[in-house]
């Protein structure tokens, strides 16, 4: 089976789980490592290029089809924004980018490093292989095509019921969940969510992989990069 990859953002770098003949998860601490996997397709729940105002097409049209989980899409800020370390420098270049004027989030400028450290190394040719996707996505995929009645969170903490739920989703969709070997990461490192977050990642490549998947919007703009800004699923 040709191995594909999906890879969702942790507090200890980035958590990668590998579906070919097998099925396993490495903890990696920097997204090169996550380019050098042997994987015909790396799916990872992160945005992949970036507006000069701020919002894509890509989350407006994810949203829609979220309902009740809709919030876990964040509008994605300006480049320009995106670029600043500061976060009083990130709110006044987003204020100054966006119609209406917004400023950034605490929550969405804590995980611009990450943003930033897929913009350093993808290029319009490596989208070709590795593709922006969102783990909700895939699961309102999964339950055809309708957002899930439970969160996977509650109040910071993972919620047992709406993981159970994915899990459930995930087996009946066809990953081999129940061969994933036992992780032993720290808490810290990596949280339950963010694994299974990764296998609808993986899941999503596969269907990546074999032409099934959809990408929203259907005809994606690029940004100033030549990047291709879209969420597949």
Known sequence: MTPVVGVDGCPGGW?????????????????????????????????????????RAAER??????????????????????????????????????????????????????????????TPELQARIVEVHPELAFWAMNGETSLPLPKKVKGSPHVPGLDLRKALMAAAGFPLSSLPPHTYRRADVGADDLIDACACAWSARRILEGRAVSFPADPPLDARGLRMAITA
């Open 61 to 122: 049209e994810v949203r829609q089809r979220l309902g009740e989980r809709q919030s876990s899409v964040f509008s994605v800020p300006s480049r320009a924004a995106v670029m600043c370390a500061d976060y009083r420098e990130a709110c006044a270049a987003n204020l100054a980018s966006s119609d209406p004027p917004k400023k950034v989030s605490k929550q969405i400028f804590h995980i611009f490093p990450k943003m930033r450290e897929i913009d350093a190394l993808i």
């Open 15 to 55: 958590i990668a789980v590998r579906w070919a003949e097998t099925v396993s998860h490495h903890l990696c601490r920097s997204f090169a490592d996550i380019v050098a996997l042997d994987a015909a397709v790396v799916a990872v729940d992160m945005p992949i290029g970036f507006p000069q105002g701020s919002g």
